[in-house]
């Protein structure tokens, strides 16, 4: 999720005519003083990027191409994403390592100083930089059931850009990324996990997104450009049937790449909701990793040493 969109959420309820202003305002992200977003459309750009980044330094990427098929030969993943719809459905049965973390996160949780205001979405209790320092959240972070999945879906070794544990309070909320959108992250490619910690129905708030082909149609159609998206602007388009709620027990979830699918989550209008992120990215991903330098050297992963955390590490 891009700064805007966090930001953008907050604690008041919103009525048909301000969520209506605040779209308005944030549609398109105000292109009108950016010549290149008016010209060149959000996939064209995206694959533009991409091919400049990798003509400009192709080395690091060669050889992370060739780490990872030595990788996945080796260790194996559940989870398939495929690259044409952008997500897969995670199921507890394919993250056993889960269950501890879990265990863990919810016992956590009842003793963890909460925010005095919280946000509508998403409060982060846990971030990258102390779940790196619990055993049970790297053990998670590096296994092969999430590195198997994002390496093959990005296509070389990823980064982690960041992981958290969120908590979404009971909420009345319609803005930033309790609207339909797609981050802003300036990466071709990126995947995110999304998983329940808690068990989560709809009265919850949770992950909601729409599948690749169904969001090329919306983006066609509407000529979107960034920002939030209405409802019933996206019900113009396609079909609420098309939309993916991720429900399920705890250790269920979702693997999306937020760049490429509308989503959005936190409308949790009954219930709260605890879920643990973490989003990877690739080599040329122009968005600072949330990892101190200094961290990262000391956390490596038994086969990739600190590739995952480390951009410019190209072996063990």
């Known amino acids: 999720m891009n700064s805007m969109m966090t930001d953008a959420v907050n ?13 308005d305002d944030t549609y398109f992200l105000r292109n009108e003083k950016r010549i290149i977003h008016r010209h060149i459309g959000l996939r064209n750009r995206r694959k533009i990027l991409s091919t400049v980044s990798v003509a400009k330094d192709p080395i690091p990427l060669l050889k992370r191409r060739k780490r990872a098929a030595d990788f996945l030969r080796d260790h194996h993943s559940q989870i398939d994403v495929p690259r044409d719809q952008a997500f897969a459905v995670v199921k507890p049965e394919m993250i056993p390592e889960f269950q501890d973390l879990a265990e863990y996160l919810r016992a956590s949780f009842k003793t963890m100083k909460k925010p005095e205001e919280p946000r509508n979405g998403i409060n982060p209790l ?3 930089e102390d779940l790196l320092e619990i055993d049970v959240a790297k053990r998670f972070i590096f296994s092969d059931a999430i590195i198997g999945a994002a390496t093959k879906y990005i296509g070389s070794i990823p980064l982690l850009s960041d992981a958290a544990f969120w908590w979404t309070p009971v909420n009345e909320g319609y803005r930033g990324a309790q609207m339909f959108h797609i981050d802003g992250i300036p990466d071709i490619r990126t995947l995110r996990f999304l998983i329940n910690v808690n068990d989560v129905g709809p009265e919850n708030g949770p992950p909601t997104l729409i599948p690749r082909p169904a ?13 939030p998206v209405l409802d019933r602007d996206i019900e113009e388009v396609i079909s609420p049937a098309d939309f ?19 989503h959005f989550g936190s409308r949790a209008r009954q219930k709260e909701r605890l879920v643990f992120s973490m989003t990877f990215v690739s080599y040329y991903c122009r968005e600072p990793l949330n990892i101190d330098p200094e961290q990262a050297k000391r956390h490596r992963h038994p086969q990739l040493g600190n590739m995952l955390l480390s951009p410019r590490a190209t072996s063990n």
Do not use: C, E, H, M
């Open 215 to 227: 969001t090329v149609q919306v983006i066609d159609n509407l000529g979107y450009l960034g920002g």
């Open 244 to 262: 993916v709620a991720s429900t399920g027990p705890s250790g269920s979830g979702v693997a999306l790449d937020t760049t490429n699918v509308f």
């Open 126 to 128: 846990l971030i990258t």
């Open 11 to 23: 604690n008041s309820n919103d009525d048909d005519a301000s969520v209506q202003r605040y779209a």
